[in-house]
């Protein structure tokens, strides 16, 4: 009877463990693979473990190649509390080798670590096509059109040349008049006749008396 306890005992020591280690969550893939080397950089880097995850216990890092930090990112687990976490990758970040360091805590409390490592030759934004240059502009639609005149500007600008004088007329009015260039020497001259015509006056009546 003794010997059957012993026994009992002992199985329950093995099953113990195994039943303990079946409680961890552990990654059980990832998109990108572990060690991928892709030619163009991911929108997101999905990691799917073996059970649901403790909700906002989830903490995600990328690392470059060198292990140092690049940035702690925000991660998103569908549906809460879920299986899969998704990590919306930057597009600034260039070319290279990148490791996403993570750290989840599975329902039974257990925290569990690890990263995955992959690179990248191009990023998503250099592989994008670039939109298609627009046609330059013909000389025929760059050329304004002269707006039509309405029928009040027409009215206006005839009534303007109505009244101004035409050049024949300006020309007819200036002949007419005399010119003030001559009124000064004829007023000399006459006055010059005058005084001449005085002094031979006095002159033939001084020898009269004598």
Known sequence: MRLLTALFGAALLLFVPISGAAGHAS?????PADGAELAVAPEEVTLTFSEELLNELVEV???D???ELVMATEAEQTPPPGTAVMVPWPTDLPAGQYSVAFRVVSEDGHPVTGQVTFS???TLAASEPTEAATPAATP???QETTPEPTAEQTQQ???ATDTEPSPELISAEGAGQPGNSLIGPALIAGAVIIGVGVVISVVMLARSRQ
Request: proline residues 0%; negative net charge; hydrophobic residues 35%.
């Open 27 to 31: 990654l059980t893939s990832s998109d």
């Open 61 to 63: 890092s990328i690392l």
């Open 65 to 67: 190649a060198s292990g």
């Open 120 to 122: 990248y030759a191009e």
């Open 140 to 142: 025929e639609a760059t």
């Open 157 to 159: 600008e005839t009534a």
